[in-house]
């Protein structure tokens, strides 16, 4: 069988997507997931960024055993050094170096010519290879490169120790046919390339990179990059989870490839992504979306329960979708409770079991079922409580409407210093009176820059789970809460983004104290 590497990058790459802002935590539990998914290379970030980017990088490459994990660096001694410092301590230390290769990125962007490139790409690897075994180049918008100075650079860049050469669509540019052509063309004109794997990085753009990236897989890459849920930069992506299924679902064309992905752990990844980054899915996205299994049309409901391979090419259980959707209620005891977090993949310790249990009570006092879903939000907010520093907590928030005037809100917030402050305003709606009375709360300007909720699960007591973006003190940040009343979710949103900002000035100030 011929393996296909994974190569993740949705925290470095997917972190990238407009609004997406990612703590220590949270980064830890998706590179734990990535883990348990069987993601070969999990690309943790970029050290060089960032104090506490290097700071999680190396969190990430201490924890993290059964997967490779590595960092991004540009071609510059500093960067290196950033992302060695981050992570020596892996288990099986990778650096990812790139330079951009295309006319226009060389002219443009680097004011370097050909030749300064290529120098400067073999004097990085040369300098990288000195701390890390294994290092991976890119080329930069390698699809929109000259072909002949491509396969120049390539050759140079194994030459001085590139043991993986990744070739990029980094616009999303190609088509499927071209982008095969471009990894044949490499193949045969490239004298050393049997002593490197190549790789295959499709943005979607054009909606086209699953479709490229199987080419270049039918045309001699032996690793594929991409993200969970395809997010990332612009159009995002190529959705690493289609990929995997596709390979698996079409067996009969692509024969002998693999990829070591534990399938039913799919739809676990991407919740996780999707709660943690603040990015739905949409209903119809293939294979994880809410709609990939349902049949509305008749004619495909009747098929389906004769036959589910009539409309089904993949089952929900291939992907981790349960079928056995049994719900827990406020009668469910302790055992039945812990039996189900563990069945859903989670491992708290007995404190956090018994907070995330409590809340489950809490929960069935107010609703007759509750579902898998419910418990998934229950046990993920559990696992990332942060408890690092103060923080502004919401003890009630409540609307008033009169005849003719616009609503007002009152709510009544913990500040970070213990007082408790309550503050009532107007707006022209009861989310835009509640935002106002918070920020006056808060003391400082506070933009909202999106803002959203969707409920978890069915029914009209269900969850509702709200998402604010918003711009404060100069960083974009998100906030996410779940709870069933739409008012009091939108308003917990509000003050988690605030205060995430404020765990990240914390770590700052103990960074520097260090």
Known sequence: MRKIDIYDTTLRDGEQSPGVNLNSIEKLEIAKQLERLGVDIIEAGFPAASPGDLESVKQIASTVKNSTVTGLARTVKSDIDAAWEALKVAENPRLHIFIATSPIHMTHKLKKTPEQVVATAVESIQYAKQFFPRVQWSAEDAF??????????VEQAITAGASVVNIPDTVGYATPQEYGALFKFLKENVPNIEQAKLSAHCHNDLGMAVANTLA????????????????????GNVALEEVAVALYTRQDFYENIKTDLTLNEIKRTSQLVSKLTGMHIQANKAVVGKNAFA?????????????????????????????????????SGRHAFQDRAKSLGFE?????????????KKLADRKKEITNDDLWTILTNEQLKESDTSTFELERVGVQYESAKDPSATVIVKKPDNTVVEETTSGSGSVEAIFNALEKVVGEEVHVLDYRVT???????????????????????????????????????YLNAVNRSLLSTHIKEIMKSV
């Open 455 to 493: 409920s978890i699960g069915e029914g009209r007591d269900a969850l509702a789970e709200a998402v604010v973006n918003l711009s404060f003190r100069g960083e974009e940040l998100t906030g996410r809460d779940s709870v069933q009343d739409v008012l009091e979710a939108s308003a917990k949103a």
């Open 144 to 153: 929109r490169s000259d072909r002949e100075f491509l396969a120049h650079i």
């Open 348 to 360: 708290l310790d007995q404190e956090a079991l018994n907070s995330a249990f409590q809340e489950f």
């Open 295 to 331: 049949h509305e049309s008749g004619i495909h409901q009747d098929g389906v329960l004769k036959e589910p391979t009539t409309y089904e090419i993949i089952t929900p259980e291939l992907i981790g979708e349960a079928s056995n959707n049994l719900v827990m209620g406020k009668h």
């Open 216 to 235: 270049a897989i039918e045309n001699g890459a032996d690793q594929v990059e991409g993200t969970i849920n395809g997010i990332g930069e612009r159009a």
